[in-house]
Structures are given as C-alpha cells and as structure tokens.
C-alpha cells in the first residue's frame, strides 16, 4: 500500500545526504531551507492502492511534477539527489489545480475540498485483499468507475497533505 507522510527531512536521509539534499534544494530555490522542528512527522494516508497510487503518480509525470519528496520552498525543477527526485509542494498545488478537471473534482472553495472526511464512496477496508482490488478492475461494469473514485480520492489527499505541508512547513512524502 501506497502512503503520503509529512516528515522532517532528517527522519529519512542520513546526514551526509541530509546536507547534499537541503543543499540542492537551497541551490534550486535560491533561498535557505529551514523546515519546522516544532511540528511532528505524521502519515496523512496509509491504504492507497498500488496501482490506483502509480496511476496517479503518472498523471503527475505527465506533468512534469512526479517527485518522492515535496518541500514547502518555490522553485521550477525537479531536483535530483541520488535515487531521490524532490520538487516544490507549491508547483505541486498548480498541477494539482490544473488536473482538478481531469479527475472530476467539482469546483468547490478549496476548504471544502480540506473539510472533506475523506468518505467517497467505497470503504478502504474493502480494498485491502488484492484479489479483491484486483476485481474491482476487472469488473466491466463498476470497475473503471471504482478506479475513478479512487484515484479522485487519491487527489483529495494529496490536495490536503500539499496544504497541511505548506501551513506546516514539513516536506511532503510519497511511498510506495
């Protein structure tokens, strides 16, 4: 299972590419990164589905935007630091707003969309056996509308943890 975490930096880069990370990212922002001591490393989502998560990691890379980590610091380009990609969360909130249409998000004041509890329509629990996940894309009459929902949810969490890692001032995690 896929999952998307807020952490500090140090909790997952040894020091010597702690300093070649912040270092990269200093030199791609043309500023000093400092990010929050004060706020705790949380994981926002833990049960993405795989597949649903890679689908949505592609659409990312469709946009030039796909990274593994995203720190709350404006800068353009991927920044690469060995097997490490890293982008900006606030160029990851642009596309985000740009794919808004593609995943059939309606258009809502974006604290709607921050308020939502997250229920759309199918149970996590219900996906967590992959022969079961795996139906549900096989399935020729609910299973493309079952991926749909779930990569629309997929959106509505990393819309929220892009938020929460810019208020928060915490690089943003993908895993999976």
Not at 21 to 39: D, L, P, Y
Not at 80 to 89: C, E, K, L, P
Not at 109 to 115: A, K, M
Request: glycine residues 4%.
């Amino acid at each position: 299972m896929a999952t998307i975490e807020l952490a500090h930096l140090s909790d997952h880069f040894l020091e010597d590419d702690l300093e070649s990370t912040i270092r990269a990212v200093e030199t791609a922002c043309g500023t000093t990164f400092v990010g929050s001591e004060e706020e705790d490393s949380e994981v926002l989502e833990n049960s993405i589905d795989d597949d649903v998560f890679t689908d949505f990691r592609d659409r990312l890379e469709a946009n030039d935007i796909d990274a593994d980590v995203y720190v709350p610091v404006e800068f353009d380009d991927i920044v690469q630091v060995g097997d490490t990609r890293i982008a900006s969360t606030q160029s990851l909130r642009m596309v985000l707003d740009s794919l808004r249409d593609d995943f059939l998000i309606e258009d809502a004041q974006e604290g709607d969309i921050e308020e939502d509890d997250g229920d759309d329509d199918f149970e996590r629990d219900d996906l967590k056996d992959n022969d079961e996940a795996s139906s549900y894309y096989a399935d020729e009459d609910g299973g493309i509308e079952m991926k749909d929902e779930q990569l629309r949810h997929v959106w509505r969490a990393v819309f929220r943890a892009s938020r929460e890692s810019i208020d928060r001032n915490l690089p943003l995690f993908f895993h999976n």
